[in-house]
């Protein structure tokens, strides 16, 4: 029942920017982390940047000082702003949330993932 949609993918020259939404709907719990992870082919996935519940952050050293997560607990939704993005950028971003219950423990779910392209 719990969904996480993204949005805002797409192709940008080098040095642009975008900005990506994940909407996340069907849990009657707050989540305790949301994030974006990216996987680029090849690759393994990665973690890119992550936003807890209270409104801690944390960054991939990679992005850091270019993006920037938040989120907004009323609306379950979750942003990443990346400004000044390299080709080394591309990849397939997911959205990951976790909901971390004492009682039943840890359970991730992810999006469907959104496009980023980087590139003149």
């Known amino acids: 029942q719990v969904q996480l949609v993204e949005s805002g993918g797409g192709l940008v020259q080098p040095g642009g920017s975008l900005r990506l939404s994940c909407a996340a709907s069907?849990?009657?719990?707050?989540?305790?982390?949301m994030g974006w992870f990216r996987q680029a082919p090849g690759k393994e996935r990665e973690l890119v940047a992550a936003?807890?519940?209270?409104?801690?952050?944390n960054y991939a050293d990679s992005v850091k000082g270019r993006f920037t997560i938040s989120g907004d607990n009323a609306k379950n939704t979750v942003y990443l702003q990346m400004n000044s993005l390299k080709p080394e950028d591309t990849a397939v971003y997911y959205c990951?949330?976790?909901?971390?219950?004492?009682?039943?423990?840890?359970?991730?779910?992810w999006g469907q993932g959104t496009q980023v392209t980087v590139s003149s």
């Open positions: 990951n949330a976790v909901l971390d219950r004492t009682d039943r423990g840890r359970r991730d779910y």
């Open positions: 936003i807890t519940s209270g409104g801690t952050t």
């Open positions: 069907g849990s009657i719990f707050r989540f305790n982390v």
